[in-house]
């Protein structure tokens, strides 16, 4: 019997370093676990912090850029044919994903808290491992209560710029309204600056519609024909100095004078008696032959 005393104590000793060495084991899987734990969740704030630092920059361009410009050249989530609107919108987008995302890491804290502590639970040796953890943990809590404030400042921002983008919007709006008026006005000065008139016809017929009048002269003799002071452009015909360039005659054979103030010196051949014209005007210089006068008379010889 004796001789089975020493086998049944070096059984004994297998027995406990077995059941320490299955101890020991647990523990550095539990210790595994932890760190794993540790190194995700940090993993998790430290791509939480690089989005919000892509977020920043996206939304400096977004506010250096133009009202109504494409963006030219920036992050590829950026595409580059956005206008500003357009980005501060999808801008607006990855800050509520942001939230999210930090909403889903408290959750992931506290979850991985629990998962650590059913881990250790009964393990008076993990006591260290747990309050690790938990430093851990408030580091991480600190950290993303710092990048809340960071979205609400993002926030604040979008916010800020959309008002301001509006403001842009509605000044640009009466910009262009105003440009429109502007040209609209500008054309017609143009056109009013380059309408002229001309009529061509006998003394008789001119004095008849009252475009001519009769002055001077003595008991009706050597009485001259000239223009009346208020000339009606109804009674003319309207051209553009710019783009009319000749004026007919009625008549080839007959000789026509002008009454009107013209510079015959912006005609294109100016006749040799400067009281006798045949076949037609034919204008060279049109600021010199119309800057005394928009009307043009020509009677009839």
Known sequence: ??????LVVAALLLTACDKSKAALDQSVVQVQKISAEKDSLLRDVVATTKFITEVNGELARVKGSGVDKPLIKGNADLPDTLTPAQARQQVAERVAALVKRLNESENRLASSRARVANLVKGNAEAKQQIAAFDSTISSLRVMIDQQKQQVATLTDQITSLTAENATLMKDKGQLITEKEQLTTEKGQLVTEKNTVYYIVGTREDLVK???LEMTGGFLG??????PVRDLSPAAFTAIDRTQVKTIPFPSPERSYRIVTRQDIGGL??????PNEFKGELKIMNTEKFWGASKFLIVVEN
């Open 268 to 273: 294109d051949s100016p006749p040799t008696d």
């Open 221 to 226: 003799l050597g009485r001259t024909a000239v």
């Open 1 to 6: 019997m004796r001789r089975f005393a020493p």
């Open 209 to 211: 519609i009252h475009i």
